[in-house]
């Protein structure tokens, strides 16, 4: 099991369209020579069916080669490759505007009006980022955490008041030491991982698929939870500066979702440049911040302001100290992004890579320890109303331009770093799904290029949760550092294992890293798990198990259904093998019946027709309009009492099939196809009952012979 | 129209499960024969296709001649035939409970439960009919209407005062003038009609098609109502006596309605015996309450006793009056289920039909005038809290038992009229259907013989409409008679007609009768529909005239299908003449696809395989597989740089089939079945989606090749 899901790492580890046509084994490979060799053997000449063809298969092929242009999966997108491609598209679109039902279009309108023309594969490409530009796309996850880490810190230890106040500085300290830690065991990822690692792949590769599953399950957790609390945090980030909107906080939020939501339906890339304004409008503003709050401190003489009076409901011991270590560990949150993204990079790709981690990591521990130490110095306490930050600048700036800077940064920046979860939640999706333990439908990259089951699903769950909780952070941070930091234990583990197995160049090195980086992070899983489990931790645990749960039961149905498709010459039968009856069943003799009669006829194998009748009466009217016809095929009729027609029918066919098990039997079904939707309440439906209830019997063909009247 | 419509007539009356079955006319029939004669042309040995038969088509048929028992439609069904049946259904049960998925067979049960086990056809019979039970059978929806006509005519004078209120015993001897003009023109209707004459019947015959309609949906109106009036009024006989449940009036309706509806759909069908009891009983206590009330009366001299002291919003004028006797006419809903149910009677069925018919109208006539009397002299009026007969009672016997005899069996009666309106109104669809002024649907009988579709909308309308109105009686009486005297005027208008077409014996004193009933009908009808329009009539009216704009449409649309199907010998194909092209589209090559390429080269047609690629990659490895397995078939690949697979492969198979006119495309499509829904989940469906967008191309055939993992 480890070695096969190891090799996945050597897998090209973008997401691909081809995915969907699984590699074939060299035994199925065999199977399928040996299937193939069967078919010729009773075929006199075996070109026999190419040259019948009635009709030239040069069908309207889409344009077969499209050359990758300069926009791509990560990148901007390409209102140019949309505009060049409208021609083609206008043709498909019409095609499929002109196949379905009034509903259809309707809904097939509504559709490209939201979402715009469907975008070719080829617009998938690997933009590659200078480091400049990779920066600030990679870390606005990353360093977006400082907007609410330091304050979901501080919310905890205020509970002490001054006494608890007062570990603000070492907790801080321990915190950075842990980023670095952390950081540094990312650098050894990037070297060993030059295709992207990311904590699935490398726990799922070295240490197996259940520890995978559980790093998979950690950060899809910790990817709902980003968009939640961005979100959240981007609009406390904004109600602080305009309260009056205070109110409707939770509507707000749902439409920012809402939004995040269609855009990345819509396919809207983060374009290096979008990306890049915000972030670092971001690090300005919290440079400035602490600039600002350390000349205001110099004045001082670096006291520390005193905290507005506190009510003082718990003590300052281990435990707080502990669970304010948990909160304030939520900043680190979005730090593997730069692992997960190695190929994307300049060449020496991984080298490139570790620097721009190296800068993210410092930039991140300057401006969280930066933060803490202001707020410290400040005297500025979580307070209902307003964020710390907002507190802060209000109290350095006063309510001028700076202030409205710093909060349109902090919300741009929270805003990018939910949309970054919307890349990356579907990924983990299609990388999961690829190894059979997702539904199918994750592999599936829609009309614009985007995986948009995925991406539904995580608006849906983020949205959930964010209004579950009322639209506030702090509830929603004791969730948030279990999955997290479960993913970086795993992953940081797997690690260790690699360089284990395979003792290459300065493997001792990178082993003690990624050692101290996997207790760290345990460490810091254990605490958060432990002392935040009743605060709400729980839920995370339990969406964790929920998710694990569900991949094994989906890879066991998936491999289950792998062995019954796979290939066996022996089961199946060849052309020559397969003895038909048809049957029609009919009620009526109308033109719709006499067409499906027709085509039974024409299919060169027997036919039987059945008619069941409620009557007896009914049964000889039937009879004689037969033999009016010509009796041309045999008939049987069944006289169903209780006036149900489709069960008998079903009943007929089953002891037909049960008493004749080598034959295939295909029910030659007349329906009536209507146009609107309304019209089907005016018709019987048997046809579609009589589909469901057959699907069931094993060598039953159904094929419907669709009549428009 | 009017001379086809009146065919009708002639044709047996009672429902028919054989309906289902529509007879071919005579130029239907010559084109059945031209088109078999065709058939029969290119075919040099015409039994070779009843010799060809793989099988013994001796199926396991359903013992096909059932003596009919004396359980019929109308009568005590048959607790005896359901267990005589039991181990037959056992048989059926068994089969389908073993065919559908999990979903299935839970709602299986759940009906089997509710709904007992299916009933055969030749459970349909009829009960001849003594006049004694015939009586209150055919009875209770009339007389019943004497609980709650007064008090709907009183409540209307009460507004006047005591002025108002000495007009009640004038126009109760007016509406008895009407009861007796109705009651005459039905005998008329009894004679003419043997078979049963209901008013859409009557008068779609003798008016047209139009007219009937408008019947029809007087009466459908009237069901309704029926309903929603006997239960309020009911519930109302039950709060007067216990005046706590007052607050859960509408719950506890809406709870009858709910097991009128399950009951209905059991087909527990009025036993004569169950339906002789509350009517006889409701019958003896509005006896009682006349004679005591009389008597009572006697001891003050006959002089009315003084109503309560008044506020008098209204003076007693023309409109006040004529609303009044709108709202008295209500009593008279139910006259006309005799002159339906003729063919129930003993022979001669017609003279005892008259017969009972006579006794009803004078019971009714007797019970509502002397109500209205004995109510005057007694001085009760209507009151908010109490019904005016409960009042009565009290007053008459003090709270004891004649006082819960009397409500006991008020609610019972009108328990039972609203159980009529279940077996009439889905009788009236079906007729309409069988004209195909109304959906299909009201055609079948479910499986215990019931027209389940029409009882299912019966109960919903009049669940709506009692709940709409807040469970009270008053509100909904000025919807009623709208519905009523309309049915009633256009059925006796169109026996004016038939007996000046037909003029036989003694038509001259018949079309007097009826044309005195259509007249007084008629004025009636336009009275209340002018009176009370603003009050309510005007639901009826607007309901009335949808529902006939609706049935014009359906009927439009049923005729422009019977066009469609109509059988033309030049327009289809005999089997000689088609020419097959098989198609299958496939995404991998399975144990699925394989079934699937094997069933497909076994028809002996020609065959192209369509495979759909996102990428040329891919492309290129489904053509190596493709190689591998020996290439047996023409294949083509379509690139589809978009992704979507069913929109190209619908795409190609309808420019194939624009392309080619003269072809018959077969699309055949490897399905994998799951066997529970959620499994579904976990697959593409590109096979529902494709069957779904491929229905709507002609001359295209959809095969599915089920496969079960």
Redesign the interface.
Known sequence: MVASEAADTRRPSMP???E?????DPGQ?AA??E???R??DG?DD?RS??E????D??????????APSRFGRFVPVAVAVEEADESD?AE?TD??ER???GMGTVRHRVRRALLGH?????AIAHERMRKLIALPVLSADALSSVAYGPEAMLAILVLAGTAGLRNALPIAGAIAVLMLAVGVSYRQTIRAYPNGGGSYIVASGNLGRIPGLFAAAGLLVDYVLTVAVSVSAGVAALTSAVPSLAGSAVPIGLGVIAVLLAGNLRGVRQAGAMFAAPTYAFILAVALLIGFGLADAARHSFHAAAPPHLSVPQSAGVLLILRAFASGATAMTGVEAISDAVPTFHKAEWRNARTTLTIMISLLIVMFVGTVVVLHLSGVVPSGGQTALSQLARRLYGPGLLYGFTQAATAGILLLAANTAFNDFPRVLFYLARDRQA???FL????R?AFSNGIVVLAVAAAALYAAFGGKTDPLIPLFAVGVFLAFTLSQAGMVVLWWRERGDRWRRSLACNAVGTVMSGAVFLTAGATKFLEGAWVAVIAVLVFVGLALG?RR??D??AA?????PD??????Q????SVVPL??????A??AL??A????????V?HV???????E??RD?WR???????L?V???????TV??L???L???AT??RG??L?VIIP???VRHWW?A????RIASRL?R?L????S??????????
């Open positions: 691909s369209p081809s969907q046509l699984p590699d074939l490979q399928l020579g299937v193939g060799r078919w010729g075929i075996p069916w190419h019948a063809l009635p009709v298969p040069a069908l309207d092929a889409y344009p077969s080669a499209v598209e498909e095609e499929s196949l379905p039902t469907p975008l070719r594969s080829s539904p199918r439908m599936r990259m829609g009309d290029l989906i149905y998936y289950r259904l019954a498709v796979e290939l066996s089961q199946d039968q060849t052309p020559q397969i003895r038909h009856l009620s009526v003799l109308d033109r719709a006499m067409r027709a085509y006829a024409s299919l060169g194998q027997p036919v039987l059945l009748s409620p009557t007896e009466e009914e049964a009217r039937f309009y009016l016809w010509g009796a041309h095929l045999p049987e069944v006289v169903s009492p209780y006036r149900t069960t008998p079903v009943g007929s089953e002891s037909l008493r004749h034959l295939t295909t329906e009536i196809v019209q309440l005016l018709h019987d589909r209830m699907r069931h019997l094993p039953v063909v159904i094929t419907s012979v669709p009549f428009h009247p």
